[in-house]
């Protein structure tokens, strides 16, 4: 399924990249195709993740980057991202003291690799410079400055940002406003409002020489420090380089607020539920497989329809003891003529499937059994293959934990 | 549980505003309490709504205003939040030629009141200016403007606005930037960064007394019509009047990208998930009810202890015949020893909740069955409240009719 550790697909999927040894695989400086100059020196990349933020505006108490998303904290999917990419050779994540253990069991549990950690400061700025220290002895060609709490970055936007830092020595990725921006007067009316189009909001990643980026903020001053919000503006000021400017995708928005953990966790169950794994049990197995296949493809997007494959993955997985990055989730369907077979003992024989879903789900694997109705009437055949993959469909994209475990009825 | 119209809950509920009769009881005036200026006139006061985008920021092919949440289109939910506030007099809502009567069946479908349409123009200014038209005859003292995709306007930010309105002329929602603006170079790099501190993003709702801002687009350039973003600006430039500019919460977000969409779901459903009702239906009830609502407790937020007013509201709804804003989930609770009655039969004599659910799910009530272990073993009693608990509080949250009409076991 996943032929080696560059060639990963782009959206989140079962991740594998802790896997031992596959971190020697990673080359060590960026590719010089895909946008990069001709002839241009590949040079290498390391990454930054300022995480020291306490998430004031969320309205919770854990800060935002390690607010839990399908159980994972937010960061985890961030640095996933990141280490997806195998020519980023480094990534330093800048934490507070308080929550240096706690990033450290999160690296661990979840196999992250190429993962440094610096003490981050009193400002996103300071822990920025914190961050650059710790890189400055083995220091990087370019350094990529990201958010934790950014998850969906892509390698294109990546790529496209250190490609333009490469070339006008400081990049960053930007986004066309979504409201006008006003500017208050001191008593709190309408001085002016800006032109929309002549504006964009300066989003990450953002990418820099690191000779100019590190010198910008060895100069910069402590007010700077405190108020200032914008790098660019540091490489601008302190180092006299102009950022070429990246338009990027929806997608690099920043969780800020409980509202966009809601829609990070909807964006990252709609990616995973992509593919699907359905295991038949009846000796009508082969026509009755294919035929919910069918109807299921109406239901979710995309069905893998390989199932032997992703059987395969999944006792790959079970010998390596990997973690999950993703529940799974895994439906038994059993097809019976209720016509011909009361439901009551048939729905008791499958009474295993309970206990065996509660053993899953401590490895973070939903496991619910579908008895289907498979009817010699035509009509009430479909109804059921069509509420079955209602019910399939339901139970991938919800992926509730509490609902695992149960005999469902189509 | 809903003493009269003015007095409803902010958040949203089941809505009965659309109650025939109810509308007389709504004043025609401002209510001078709460902010106004002592003293000051009552004022009457409408809201036009612009909804005539395309939404091609969504990605999707229909209008972001009529995608669905929880099968009811965006914009049902923005008129319920105004219709709610008995001092709006009259809601224009300005759509498009094409649109017309898809707007109008989402009126009649969900029992709006007080709307009235008028044709949206080309552009954004150009439908506003087609829904002040459309009140020009009868005019009111306050003109509020709000978008179709802020689902989540309370009362108390409309009453901000319109007070400050009728001191100042105008008045708008502003909100901390997210993201620093940046303005661009003409070969698309840095030209400078703005200071986050000293500019907002300029929101919405916004209020103006009505011959301002009439005034305003009588005189409004082509150039302004057609580019313009900004009614405050309008009121500056053209009716000479410095805005209010008033701090609103961050739930006023406009619903832009398909992630928001998922974000206002989750809100919705959050909010409709603080009231529960749970019916248990065993001679054990009052113990097990007992026991069962505490667990659930832990498990939502906020549990409606007293069953029997909500099931007079469901009565009172069942024969008021008006429609269910949103899914409502019905947990029928079946108390059983499975140590002395075998499960096989109890589960088939529950069947009948199957098609008593197929015809619930018509009149959007999502039924389900819950046969909970009711054992003498303390410990496997905690265990059985537990995962009923969970398995309620899932189907409360996730509000999947694609799961209604199982019966599942604790």
């Known amino acids: 399924m996943e032929p080696g550790p560059c060639s990963r697909p782009a959206e989140p999927g079962i991740c594998v990249s802790g896997s031992p040894g596959a971190g020697s695989a990673f080359p060590a400086s960026l590719p010089s195709g895909a946008g990069a100059e001709p002839g241009s ?122 490609t333009a830092a490469k070339e006008h020595g400081a990049a960053g990725a930007i986004r066309p406003l979504v409201s006008t921006v006003i500017s208050p007067s001191a008593d709190g009316c309408l001085e002016h409002s800006l032109d929309r189009a002549k504006h964009r909001a300066s989003e990450m990643p953002q990418a820099f020489l690191f000779d100019v980026i590190y010198k910008a903020y060895q100069q910069c001053s402590d007010y700077d420090f405190e108020f200032g919000t914008e790098c660019l503006q540091l490489a601008l000021k302190y180092s006299h380089t102009k950022a070429k400017l990246v338009e990027g995708p929806p997608d690099l928005w920043k969780v800020t607020y409980k509202r966009d953990l809601h829609a990070a966790e909807s964006v990252i169950k709609e990616k995973i539920s992509q593919e699907i794994c359905v295991v038949m049990n009846t000796k009508d197995e082969e026509s009755a497989g294919h035929l919910l296949k069918e109807v299921l493809k109406k239901e979710l997007n995309v069905v893998s329809s390989d199932f032997q494959e992703i059987q395969k993955f999944l006792s790959t997985l079970e010998e390596s003891g990997l973690p999950l990055l993703y529940p799974v989730v895994v439906v038994l369907v059993h097809c019976c003529d209720l016509t011909l077979a009361p439901l009551a003992p048939k729905m008791e024989s499958l009474m295993w499937i309970r206990s065996l879903a509660e053993d899953m789900k401590k490895r973070n694997v939903l496991l619910s059994g579908l008895l289907l109705n ?16 209602s019910i399939i469909a339901a139970l991938v994209k919800e992926r509730s934990s509490a609902l695992a475990g149960q005999l469902l009825l189509a």
Chains 1, 2 share one sequence.
Not at 375 to 388: I, R
């Open 374 to 389: 498979y009817s010699k009437d035509e009509q009430k055949l479909q109804e059921s293959f069509q509420q079955g993959a």
């Open 41 to 162: 020196r590949p040079g290498t990349v390391a990454a930054v993740l300022p995480a020291g933020g306490c998430g004031e505006r969320m309205g919770v108490r854990t800060p935002k980057q390690f607010c839990r998303v399908l159980e994972r904290p937010l960061i985890s999917y961030t640095l996933q991202a990141l280490e997806r990419v195998c020519w980023i050779k480094d990534i330093v994540v800048a934490v507070t003291a308080e929550n240096m253990e706690a990033m450290r069991s999160i690296i661990q549990r979840y196999g992250h690799k190429r993962i440094s950690l610096a003490e981050a400061g009193a400002t996103r700025h300071r822990s920025i410079f914190n961050g650059l220290k710790a890189l400055a002895e083995d220091q990087p060609d370019v350094v990529i400055i990201h958010d934790a709490v950014r998850p969906f970055v892509e390698e294109d936007i990546l790529l496209r940002v250190v």
